[in-house]
């Protein structure tokens, strides 16, 4: 199965991965920090709720902008400081992101081709 320009298996372990940096980063912040828990916890909810994995790759960009909002929100209201580690999570998110976009693009260039 393709699924956005991975097999199945490049996108569980993508899929994985991005949850596992977000649990991570849901745990490095205060639990008084309750307005950004929930949103993390509505960005995960938002990429696991469909009943296949890829619906749960296409839902992927909504869950980040759930996530990048609030932190880009929280950092320019001062409200929080975010520290070294939190930055790096949000960082390799970003970065496995990325690559995951490269892969869809790949696939799209790929299909063009194929009528052309």
């Known amino acids: ?68 909002d609030i932190m880009h929100q929280t950092a320019l209201s001062k409200k929080y400081h975010f520290n070294e580690r939190q930055n790096q999570i949000w960082h390799q998110i970003n970065d496995l992101f990325d690559k995951h976009r490269k892969f869809s693009l790949g696939a799209v260039i790929n299909a063009w081709a194929m009528f052309h």
């Open 1 to 68: 199965m393709d699924i956005m320009g991975m097999n199945q298996e490049q996108a569980q372990t993508f899929l994985d991965q991005l949850n596992q940096l977000r649990n991570e980063l849901y745990n490095l912040i205060p639990i008084e920090q309750k307005h950004l828990r929930k949103e993390i916890t509505r960005a995960y909810i938002t990429i696991n709720k469909p009943d296949d994995l890829k619906g749960q790759i296409e839902a992927v960009p909504d869950g980040l902008e759930i996530m990048y």
